[in-house]
């Protein structure tokens, strides 16, 4: 099947990170059994100073990938925020706010908060949108995590350590480079519990006296109720979460008019090299083709993670001209996603 022509590429990154962080040295103040922590592979996180917001940080990305590509603010077409996090504030858009910090009067915005997916499959979306809308041809897209400490504890909840960073992309129709491919995404919405943040929505807007963030049940703990702490089930949904991130691979090289062989880079979310590795070895693909190297560095950075790698591993040559990279992971929903962009 011929290869669609591709709506857009990216013509430059910028990014902004909190401040550098220890794991080890830093894990002690966040739970009660550092070992656990540390075993996992992570050296540094990114943690923002009080007062730096999300935001924020999607304005300094933002900034520095404009300054990068030579578009002026004002240039821009749409601006779309993907948001991984607990919001600043409820009733209220970010990425409205995030266009009033580039000093835009006007301009169409679009706000993502599907967790961790939403930096990649954002990607779809704006395809979606030029597809409708001829006029769209300057993009800004900017993934952010920040976590809200009070919210959640960023070392339980889940497998990794959350870190705060944004990446901010300029896409152009028809560019040449790192051209979109496809998208492809499903969930399963019996899971669509596990991740949420039980204080501070309309549910429960006050959490019980007494209640911290430092000291509520990891995640882990609503996972393994769900599977009754049957230790074969629990075995057995981690082989499916393998499966399925291949189905959705599949899916998106579909779309695309390719297979899976075809993809020369797999671009994770930043989870332990460990369980990066053990992710790609079905597709024959050794560690050096993943972000495996690259995750230790950065840890968790939710939606922000897949472009992170994306133009860090581009800056430091690892990949090449026609090049297929799928960006893939999971996330709250429970969502298995992937996009496709060749180098």
């Known amino acids: 099947m011929a290869e669609r ?24 103040d966040y739970v009660s059994d550092p070992e656990r922590v540390t075993r996992w592979g992570f050296d540094t996180f990114h943690r923002a100073p009080d007062g730096v917001t999300a ?30 996090e607990v919001p600043e504030y409820p009733n209220w858009d970010a990425s409205a706010a995030l266009a009033r910090e580039l000093g835009i009067a006007k301009v169409q915005t679009l706000l993502l908060n599907e967790g961790c ?19 769209l041809d300057r993009v800004l897209f900017v993934a952010v995590n920040r976590v809200s400490e009070f919210h959640r504890n960023r070392m339980t909840v889940n497998n990794a350590v959350h870190s705060d960073g944004a ?3 300029v896409l152009r129709r028809g560019h040449p480079a790192l051209r979109w491919l496809a998208t492809e995404q499903f969930t399963d919405p019996e899971l669509s519990d596990w991740f949420r943040t039980d204080y501070g929505g309309s549910v429960a807007p006050v959490a019980p006296a007494g209640w911290s963030s430092r000291t509520a049940d990891p995640g882990h703990v609503r996972v393994q109720s769900h599977f009754a702490k049957n230790p074969a089930r629990l075995r057995e949904f981690g082989e499916l979460l393998n499966s399925r991130l291949l189905d959705v691979i599949d899916g998106a090289c579909k779309r695309a008019g390719l297979d899976r062989h075809d993809v020369a880079h797999v671009i994770y979310l930043n989870d332990s090299p460990a369980a990066i590795e ?13 972000n495996a190297a690259i995750s230790p560095a950065h840890s968790h950075m939710g939606a922000a993670d897949q472009l992170t790698s994306l133009g860090e591993q581009l800056s430091r040559g690892e990949l090449h001209d026609d090049d297929v990279v799928a960006l893939t992971g999971t996330s709250i929903g429970m969502r298995w996603y992937c996009t496709l962009v060749r180098v």
């Open 278 to 290: 053990e992710l790609v070895r079905p597709l024959g693909l050794p560690a050096g083709r993943t």
């Open 117 to 135: 997916a939403a930096g990649v499959t954002g990607l779809g979306l704006v395809a979606g949108l030029m597809a409708v809308q001829p006029e």
């Open 167 to 169: 990446v901010a992309v």
């Open 5 to 28: 022509p591709a709506a857009f590429g990216i013509t430059g990154f910028g990014y902004a990170f909190g401040e550098d962080t220890d794991v080890r040295s830093s894990a002690a």
């Open 55 to 84: 935001v924020g940080l999607a304005a300094r990305a933002a900034h520095a990938a404009l300054e990068r590509t030579g578009v002026a603010a004002g240039d821009l077409d749409l601006v779309v925020l993907a948001a991984s």
